[in-house]
C-alpha cells in the first residue's frame, strides 16, 4: 500500500557533473567532475511548483515533464510513497547539451531528493545500487549516472537477461597526479542526435582496438597517468561524430598534438583534458578562447549528497 507524504518535508541534493567514455570506454567509463547541481524538494497538500536557477532557466518545462520531477516521481513510486503536493526548486551549474552529464545530474538529484524525504519517514533510503539502476533507466546506460552517484572514476556496466537490463558499476581510485580541464563550448549537442551517427556495425579490428585501448584506459586512470595519451585513443565514436562538431574536432586534435591526452566529453562537444602538468599548453588555450571555449581546471567530482533538510554543495 502505498503511503502518503505529509506536507511540509524537505530535503536537498547536490550532484556533480560528469563525463563518460574518455575515448574508448563506450556507454562504460565515467568520470565526475567539480560542477555541481542542487535541489531542494518540499512536499505540500497539492500542486507542482517548479523553479530553476542558473542552467537552463527560462529554457525547460516547469510542470510534470520536466526531468527532474519524473525522477522525483519515478523515485516515490519506487519508495512506496506519494506526495499529493511538490515544490522542486533546481539552482543549475552544469550547462545543458554539452556532454557534461546534465540529464544524469538532473535524474539523481531527484531519486537522492526522494531519499531525504523517506529517510523522514523511517524508510530506508535508496542504495548506491539502487539509485544507479533507476538513474540508468531513463538513459539506458549507465556511466554518467554511476559517476554522479559515486563520484570520481567509475567502470560500468549493463548486464541483459529477466524483464529489463541490469546496471552496475564500480569506483576506480584515480591516481592522484591527473589533472582535469574541461573546455566548454557555446555550441550544443543532443546526445540522441549524435548517436544517430554511429555505425551499427564496426570491425573487428576496430572493436579490438578499443578493447585495448579501454582496459589499458583503467591502468592509466589508477596506476599509470603516463600511459594516458594511448589509453585514450578511440576509432568507435569519435571519429564518427566528429562532423557535427567540426570546432570541438578540431580542438581535440590540436591538444592530442600538442601531447595532451583529451577526448569528447560524453557526446561532446566539451572537450575533457586529462594530464599530469599544472597547466595546458600556452597554444591550446589560446586557441581554445579564440574559438569559443570556456576552459576550466576541475577536480574529481564529489559523490552524490542528499539530506532530511537543506544543505549547498561544496
Known amino acids: ?39 531542494i524538494l518540499e ?9 530553476v536557477e542558473g542552467e537552463g532557466a527560462g529554457q525547460v518545462p516547469l510542470g510534470p515533464e520536466h ?13 512506496g510513497v506519494r506526495a499529493p503536493g511538490m ?11 554539452r556532454g557534461l552529464g546534465s540529464s544524469a545530474a538532473a535524474v539523481v538529484s531527484g531519486l537522492a531528493a526522494v531519499n531525504g524525504l523517506v529517510a523522514q519517514m523511517d524508510s530506508t533510503p535508496f542504495s548506491d545500487a539502487q539509485l544507479i539502476q533507476l538513474a540508468a533507466e531513463f538513459e539506458g546506460h549507465p556511466d554518467n549516472a554511476a559517476a554522479a552517484v559515486l563520484g570520481g572514476a567509475v567502470v560500468s556496466w549493463t548486464e541483459q537477461g529477466g524483464e529489463a537490463p541490469v546496471y552496475s558499476a564500480i569506483p576506480l581510485a584515480l591516481h592522484p597526479d591527473i589533472r582535469l580541464f574541461c573546455a566548454i563550448p557555446e555550441q550544443r549537442s543532443s546526445t540522441a542526435e549524435t548517436r544517430v551517427l554511429l555505425p551499427a556495425q564496426v570491425s573487428h579490428e576496430d572493436a579490438r582496438f578499443n578493447v585495448s585501448r579501454a582496459a589499458l584506459l583503467v591502468v592509466a586512470l589508477t596506476e599509470r597517468p603516463d600511459l594516458l595519451m594511448a589509453a585514450t585513443e578511440d576509432l568507435l565514436h569519435q571519429p564518427q561524430r566528429a562532423p557535427a562538431m567540426p570546432a570541438s574536432a578540431e580542438y581535440l586534435r590540436l591538444l592530442r598534438r600538442l601531447n595532451v591526452s583529451a577526448t569528447l566529453s560524453g557526446a561532446g562537444p566539451s572537450v575533457i583534458a586529462l594530464t599530469t602538468e599544472s597547466e595546458l599548453p600556452s597554444e591550446a588555450l589560446d586557441c581554445g578562447v579564440a574559438n569559443g571555449f570556456t576552459i576550466s581546471e576541475m577536480t574529481a567530482g564529489e559523490r552524490v549528497r542528499w539530506s532530511p533538510g537543506v544543505t549547498v554543495a561544496g
Open 87 to 97: 515544490v522542486v526548486r533546481c539552482r543549475n551549474a552544469i550547462p545543458h547539451s
Open 1 to 39: 500500500m502505498t503511503q502518503k507524504l505529509p506536507a511540509g518535508l524537505v530535503a536537498s541534493a547536490a550532484v556533480s557533473a560528469s563525463s563518460a567514455n574518455l575515448g574508448p570506454g563506450f556507454d562504460s567509463l565515467g568520470l565526475a567532475l567539480s560542477l555541481y547541481d542542487e535541489i
Open 43 to 51: 512536499t505540500t497538500d497539492s500542486g507542482l511548483v517548479v523553479q
Open 67 to 79: 526531468l527532474v520531477v519524473r525522477a522525483i516521481e519515478r523515485g516515490l513510486q519506487a519508495a
